[in-house]
């Protein structure tokens, strides 16, 4: 299975922009790159995910390099709510399973 | 809708004690999954199932066994709990990727087991 690799942890202030990087050099033509946050004592929750191109939805951008091999999840405006673990993954096509690393912990300071 | 409902969840068992985990969607979804969550850790996969009847194994399935009679539920078992399987245990759904679907997980809210 192709691997992600994401920081420990970030951190940001309240309203500015967070960018998180995710590497993932292995990736196969097929694999879609998905993104989910798992707040404080809550299950994981889809974020977005894509492909090729960059995807925006009412909660964050997806940018996807050129060659695939990274993606950086945006969050333009940070707020407390959005203090979080973030998870990158990759999900083959046919694949029906998806593979949650240790993601990035986002603390976002008031 | 309630979406994907776990019960119970909350239990404390005793080593050796038997229990089942129910997870309950309502949004007609063909796959099913159960997922593991130790302290400060990732998701582990323990089992899943792509339909009615169906069921396959995940990265840690040992000690655990599932069922899925009804599409709508699916059954996580442990028939003599261990404290290595003291955890937070998640049960998520999807309706698959590829045409209008997403692959977007649907998780429930959790159960939190302990073994003594």
């Known amino acids: 299975d192709a691997k992600t690799t994401q920081p420990n942890s970030m951190e940001s202030n309240e309203e500015e922009p967070v960018h998180l990087p995710c590497n993932h050099s292995?990736?196969?033509?097929?694999?879609?790159i998905h993104w989910y946050r798992q707040l404080p004592s809550q299950g994981p929750e889809y974020v977005i995910h894509?492909?090729?191109s960059n995807v925006n939805n009412r909660m964050a951008s997806l940018a996807i390099a050129e060659d695939r091999k990274s993606s950086t999840l945006i969050l333009h405006r940070a707020t407390l709510r959005d203090a979080a673990v973030y998870y990158c993954?990759?999900?083959?096509?046919?694949?029906?399973?998806?593979?949650f690393g240790a993601g990035t912990t986002v603390t976002v300071r008031a | 809708n309630a979406g994907v409902t776990q019960t119970p969840k909350f239990r404390v068992l005793k080593t050796g004690q038997s229990m089942t985990l129910l997870c309950a969607q309502d949004?007609?979804?063909?796959?099913m999954y159960w997922y593991r969550q130790d302290p400060g850790m990732g998701l582990r996969l323990i089992h899943y199932?792509?339909?009615?009847?169906?069921?396959a194994k995940g990265e840690v399935p040992d000690g655990y066994n599932v069922s899925r009679l009804k599409k709508q539920n699916f059954l996580l078992g442990l028939e003599s709990a261990a404290p290595s399987q003291t955890s937070v245990y998640f049960c998520?759904?999807?309706?698959?990727?590829?045409?209008?679907?997403?692959?977007?997980?649907?998780f429930g809210e959790g159960s939190r087991l302990t073994v003594l």
């Open positions: 993954i990759l999900r083959a096509l046919n694949d029906y399973k998806l593979s």
């Open positions: 292995t990736i196969s033509g097929t694999d879609y």
């Open positions: 894509g492909l090729t």
């Open positions: 949004m007609n979804h063909e796959y």
């Open positions: 199932s792509v339909g009615e009847g169906t069921t």
């Open positions: 998520a759904t999807t309706n698959g990727l590829g045409g209008y679907n997403t692959g977007e997980l649907f």
